[in-house]
């Protein structure tokens, strides 16, 4: 028996939006835990130079371009990541778009561009994930791992985001319904919901007063941070979450209080 149940060794995962922020965080956890890890985003570049760093730290990384709104996209992720590393095992749908902007300005294009990201997105990659797991034998392996980066807003109200909240509450829901029709076939869903932390997506929100307001409105009064998602991705990654399936963790520093 392995002696650290959070030991990713022997893994494949492939992240999708990690070329910044949460993504190439969770990209560069999953590989120090010994996890082959697949970068897809669609900025190349930025997904090399990440990629270049975990291999120079020891780890084993490929970027691939991803366009998770595009099915065609999606299914050749999945082809590259497969010849270069074997079948995935480990997904992490982590990208994922804002939109800023009261409901009653905001032109019906945005509204679609976000869904396609957050929601139809979030479809397309957990189901090719899932279609390959399970034809590789997940069920009687029990190895399939899906992580879904929602957010605190699928559960709480919060101004000026309706149309983003509404995606995530919707990422969250297709996560659980998932998660029960996988729970035979041996493919785990589970969702991580982050407070608001500084990224490329929330850096134009805080420094205006709106940002300012919602900041001193927090118990700690403080962002959370990248690395605090660290634990709760490894922990689902791994076979200490075997039988853990349809949970949403929270991490947010109390922000949803
Ligand atoms: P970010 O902007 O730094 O990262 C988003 C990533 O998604 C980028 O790599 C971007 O290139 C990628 N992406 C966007 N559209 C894509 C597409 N069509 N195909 C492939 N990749 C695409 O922001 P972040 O804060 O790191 O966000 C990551 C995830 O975390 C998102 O789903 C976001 O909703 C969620 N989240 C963020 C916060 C926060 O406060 N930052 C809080 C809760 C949840």
Redesign the pocket.
């Known amino acids: 028996m392995n002696s650290n149940p959070f030991d990713l060794a022997g893994r494949t995962a492939l992240v999708?939006?990690?070329?910044?922020?949460?993504?190439?965080?969770l990209a560069s956890v999953l590989a120090g835990a010994g996890a082959r890890v697949v970068l897809?985003?669609?900025?190349k570049a930025?997904l090399e130079a990440l990629a270049a760093g975990i291999v120079a730290r020891g780890g084993a990384a490929r970027a691939v371009a991803?366009?998770?709104?595009?099915e065609a996209?999606v299914i050749a992720a999945y082809d590259e990541a497969e010849r270069v590393f074997g079948p995935v095992d480990t997904i992490v749908?982590?990208?994922?778009?804002?939109v800023e902007g009261r409901a009653t300005d905001l032109p019906v294009a945005e509204f679609d561009r976000l869904m396609?990201?957050?929601l139809r997105?979030?479809f397309l990659t957990v189901r090719e994930g899932a279609k390959r797991l399970i034809a590789n034998g997940s069920k009687e392996k029990e190895n399939g791992r899906i992580v879904i980066?929602?957010?605190?807003?699928a559960k709480k109200a919060f101004r000026s985001s309706a149309v983003?909240a509404a995606?995530?509450a919707g990422?969250s829901m297709l996560g659980k319904s998932l998660a029960l029709d996988w729970a035979r076939l041996g493919v785990n869903v589970n969702m991580?919901?982050?407070?608001?932390?500084?990224?490329?997506?929330?850096s134009r929100l805080f420094t205006a007063p709106a940002g300012k307001e919602l900041l001193e409105s927090f118990p700690r009064r403080r962002?959370?941070r990248?690395s605090d998602l660290d634990g709760a991705l490894l922990f689902l990654c791994s076979d200490a979450a075997r039988r853990v399936t349809g949970a949403e963790i929270v991490i947010?520093d109390g922000q949803s209080l």
């Open positions: 999708t939006g990690a070329s910044s922020g949460i993504g190439a965080r897809g985003a669609r900025r930025e991803l366009d998770v709104t595009d996209s749908a982590n990208a994922g778009i804002a396609a990201v957050n997105g979030v980066i929602s957010s605190i807003t983003y995606s995530k990422a991580i919901l982050p407070g608001y932390i500084a990224t490329d997506l929330t962002l959370a990248e947010d």
